[in-house]
């Protein structure tokens, strides 16, 4: 193990001897900290938080942090990080704020300088966070999302996997996987160079179109096109942009309607 002098472990943390400690590094409380992972200079550790295998931590980020919530009253709650995660400089990822709940991030994940994961927040595997994107608490990100630049997301939202957020947006309600949206949080289509690029079949994307199609385009109720959307889906990825509609949503989901004017679907 290469701990530099002036880091700091707390007596109860367990670090894999392969880790990489460097200056003024601060590991305090009993984290636990899997192998090949390097912490940057003056990355500071709290609490009881894990950090998975092949992690690379950069400077000055914060991990496992108390939440940032008037109601949290210091009960034992978990902060944990999955494998070949990168986090860069000046990142903050906070503990969950609700007894024995944990703030998640999964494998290969790329939170990118002044990012925030707040309290309770669940990321799924390969999200990118751009640099200065902020995730209030309760927050769920879908696997292979990309939340872009400077991008505001409200509390209890969901955002569905291969979704790709424009930047400068605020996000106050649900996004369906696959989509795109502009700076102003509208979603302007699906998001087809990334489905490609996820390695989503020809078959399945061409499925996926024509249930976006009948969902925002038909000019039909939501849930009567989800309806009818949900009898169309036969794929994998159909199956699933449908069931994120029928999922619980504590802030509705956004759509707009056929002249592109953004409203609100509780």
Do not use: W
């Not at 290469?2 to 894999?16: L, M, N, Q, R």
């Not at 799924?124 to 902020?134: C, F, M, P, R």
């Not at 369906?176 to 989503?200: F, S, W």
Request: hydrophobic share 40%.
């Amino acid at each position: 193990m290469k701990i530099h002098p002036s880091a700091y472990v707390h007596a109860d943390a367990v670090v894999h001897p392969s880790c990489e400690l460097g200056p003024n590094v601060v590991i305090d409380g009993p984290a636990h900290i899997g192998p090949d992972c390097r912490i940057g200079p003056s990355a500071i550790i709290l609490g009881h938080t894990e950090i998975g295998s092949g992690c690379t931590i950069h400077s000055h980020a914060v991990v496992g942090d108390v939440p940032q919530d008037h109601k949290y009253r210091g009960d034992l709650s978990y902060c944990r990080i999955g494998r070949d995660c990168v986090i860069r400089e000046g990142v903050t990822i906070h503990r969950a704020s609700v007894q024995e709940h944990s703030t998640i991030v999964g494998d290969r994940c790329y939170l990118m300088t002044n990012s925030h994961v707040a309290h309770d927040c669940i990321l799924s595997d390969d999200v990118t966070l751009v640099s200065g994107a902020l995730l209030g608490g309760h927050v769920q990100i879908g696997r292979k999302a990309i939340i872009s630049g400077n991008t505001g997301v409200h509390q209890f939202v969901r955002i569905g996997a291969m979704t790709m957020i424009g930047a400068v947006a605020m996000i106050s309600q649900d996004i369906p996987p696959y989509v795109m949206t502009n700076h102003n949080g509208e979603i302007a289509g699906l998001n087809a160079i990334g489905l490609i690029r996820a390695d989503i079949s020809r078959e399945e994307r061409q499925e996926v179109k024509a249930l976006f199609k009948v969902i925002y385009r038909s000019g039909m109720a939501l849930k009567r096109a989800v309806e009818l959307a949900a009898e169309l889906a036969k794929t994998d990825a159909g199956r699933q942009f449908i069931e994120f509609f029928d999922s619980e949503s504590l802030r509705g989901i956004r759509k707009y309607n056929a002249n592109g004017r953004q409203r609100i679907v509780a």
